[in-house]
């Protein structure tokens, strides 16, 4: 885990489970998959190289909250069909946020 400048990043060190110690935070590692925080209401989800989603949290009132999610990619090297991906991807996020905010 790193903290600067008012953006708290970190990445999942995962491996199977044997008995071992956990590891010291030195021996951590940022990968190119991490998650960002930047205070006060934004994430930054790198999933891969090449897919990222951003969240940023509005405030609404004391008990509201809007999310506003981006979905960022360049999955293939033809923009022709990255469009399509991020046509679909719009809908998934709305279907998404839709079914959270019924929670």
């Known amino acids: 885990m790193l903290f600067e400048k008012g953006v708290l990043q970190t990445s999942a060190n995962n491996e199977v489970d044997h008995g071992q110690k956990p590891k010291a935070p ?19 989800n790198h999933i891969s190289p090449k897919i990222k989603v951003i969240i940023y949290f509005a405030p609404v009132d004391e008990e509201n909250t809007i999310l506003y999610i981006r979905f960022y990619h360049k999955l293939t090297a033809m923009k022709p069909v990255n469009h399509v991906i991020a046509y679909f991807g719009k809908y998934a996020t709305r279907l998404w946020s839709a079914r959270t905010s019924a929670w």
């Not at 021996?27 to 006060?40: G, Q, S």
Request: net charge negative; charged share 15%; aromatic share 16%.
């Open 26 to 44: 030195g021996d951590c590692v940022i990968k190119e998959t991490n998650l960002n925080f930047v205070y006060p209401n934004l994430w930054m």
